[in-house]
């Protein structure tokens, strides 16, 4: 079956510095990936997509990266912002059907 | 515009009652799907809708539980007979094209 994994499940960062989030997957048919944040007591919020024909996209702040051969994505957050603090998952869009990882808590140290 | 709505935003009830959940999807949304989750766990699919096909129902738990979409707009998400296993957050997504999903606020279910 689908597995889509965290590399850690914490990370603190101090203000300012670049925050890099970890995700691994299983399947290698999978083609669409995204990122969500969830703050504590909301839904998950969007923040970025890319499709396994990319394998980088950038947007605000963020930079999402794929590297199909070894099956692994990353988030990257530039000048990390207290207001970043949440957890993050990763999801992938397999066949029909999106598998989310457990999620990455980031906690952004003033 | 309006976001993804659900209601109530938090439920307690006694173990053995019968629960109904909300989703307001986006407007126009085709797409809509229920994901539990769990404390400190990530999102476990339960259902997904797509237009007027059959939903794919292969994520729900058990018998307890099902889930309407009439209209093809507003979901109800029922669950029968709770159990204290049932208490976690559930979410309702939707979403235009079946692949990027907006996320409603959740639903707190507590058994008591």
């Known amino acids: 079956g689908e597995s889509v994994g965290l590399h850690l499940p914490t990370l603190s960062v101090q203000e300012g510095d670049n925050s890099i989030i970890n995700c691994a997957y299983s399947?290698?048919?999978?083609?669409?990936f995204i990122w969500y944040k969830q703050e504590s007591g909301k839904g998950p919020q969007f923040i970025i997509d890319?499709?396994?024909?990319?394998d980088k996209r950038q947007g605000q702040r963020v930079t999402v990266l794929l590297n199909k051969t070894v099956k692994h994505l990353s988030l990257q957050i530039a000048a990390t912002q207290p207001g970043d603090s949440a957890v993050y998952f990763c999801a992938n869009f397999t066949g029909n059907q999106f598998y989310f990882g457990t999620g990455t808590s980031l906690t952004v140290i003033p | 515009g309006a976001g993804v709505s659900q209601s109530p935003s938090n439920k307690v009830t006694e173990k053995g009652k019968d629960v109904e959940l909300r989703c307001d999807p986006i407007s126009g949304h085709t797409a809509l799907y229920w994901y539990r989750q769990s404390l400190g766990q990530g999102l476990e699919f339960l259902i997904y809708f797509q237009g007027n096909s059959a939903p794919d129902k292969s994520g729900l738990p058990s018998d307890r539980f099902s889930a309407e979409r009439t209209g093809g707009s507003v979901s109800t998400l029922t669950i029968q007979r709770t159990q204290q296993e049932d208490s976690a957050v559930y979410l309702c997504?939707?979403?235009?094209?079946?692949?990027?999903?907006?996320f409603g606020p959740g639903t707190r279910l507590t058994v008591t």
């Open positions: 890319i499709r396994s024909n990319m």
């Open positions: 399947n290698s048919a999978s083609d669409y």
């Open positions: 997504a939707s979403s235009l094209d079946g692949a990027k999903q907006y």
